[in-house]
T-cell receptor, first 118, second 115 residues
Framework: NAGVMQNPRHLVRRRGQEARLRCSPV?????VYWYRQLPEEGLKFMVY????????ESGMPKERFSAEFPKEGPSILRIQQVVRGDSAAYFC????????????????FGPGTRLTVL | AQTVTQSQPEMSVQEAETVTLSCTYD???????LFWYKQPPSRQMILVIRQEAYKQQNATENRFSVNFQKAAKSFSLKISDSQLGDAAMYFC????????????FGKGTHLIIQP
């Protein structure tokens, strides 16, 4: 069984460019979460999505950041006009749907994408 | 808002010994979940153990066990018979039982295993 897949593993961008991070959840998982980890810090929740819906984006910066989880294909975290402060590791996690469509409590993480902004 | 505090930035233990990592949290909720995740140098986040707040029995997974003290809002991780492969960052995390879905993480404890 494949776990959560993220690509690319490493991404280098210059200031002002766009970064696109992809996440394929565990097969059969319908809930996706994005987290950001700054150096020497714990992970910070950014956004929670289900297929074609953003459920909770309370941790997303208000500008330049967006996320989607289309009906087909991976979830995408998009950062426009990147700045040096966006340099971090970005983790995706997924969880399965429990009874009656309720998400279960355990989240399974991908290997992360390390974004470096020059 | 919930907060998770790990007061030990770094811990060191001799191989085969036992070590306990501390975690406290602050919440006004009664229904929630607690987790310990391990992050080795590969940076992959690996679930170590989970605990439901409504369960009084402490969770155990092989050499890993927790001491869950709900009234004190404490959730420590005990690693028995420490092995070199246990060396990693360990993160304590909280998730609400019914509201916000994202995990709230502590800042982590760096565990060093001395051979």
């Amino acid at each position: 069984n494949a776990g959560v897949m993220q690509n690319p593993r490493h991404l280098v961008r210059r200031r002002g460019q766009e970064a696109r991070l992809r996440c394929s959840p565990v097969k059969g998982h319908s809930h996706v979460y994005w987290y950001r980890q700054l150096p020497e810090e714990g992970l910070k929740f950014m956004v929670y999505l289900q297929k074609e819906n953003i459920i909770d984006e309370s941790g997303m910066p208000k500008e330049r950041f967006s996320a989607e989880f289309p009906k087909e294909g991976p979830s995408i975290l998009r950062i426009q006009q990147v700045v040096r402060g966006d340099s971090a590791a970005y983790f995706c996690a997924s969880s399965p749907r429990g009874p009656a469509g309720v998400r279960t409590d355990t989240q399974y993480f991908g290997p992360g994408t390390r974004l470096t902004v020059l | 808002a919930q907060t998770v505090t790990q007061s030990q930035p770094e811990m060191s233990v001799q191989e085969a010994e036992t070590v306990t990592l501390s975690c406290t949290y602050d919440t006004s909720e009664s229904d929630y979940y607690l987790f310990w995740y391990k992050q080795p140098p590969s940076r992959q986040m690996i679930l170590v153990i989970r605990q439901e707040a409504y369960k009084q029995q402490n969770a155990t997974e092989n050499r890993f066990s927790v001491n869950f003290q709900k009234a004190a809002k404490s959730f420590s991780l005990k690693i028995s018979d420490s092995q070199l492969g246990d060396a990693a960052m360990y993160f304590c995390a909280y998730r609400s039982g019914g509201g916000a879905d994202g995990l709230t993480f502590g800042k982590g404890t760096h565990l060093i295993i001395q051979p």
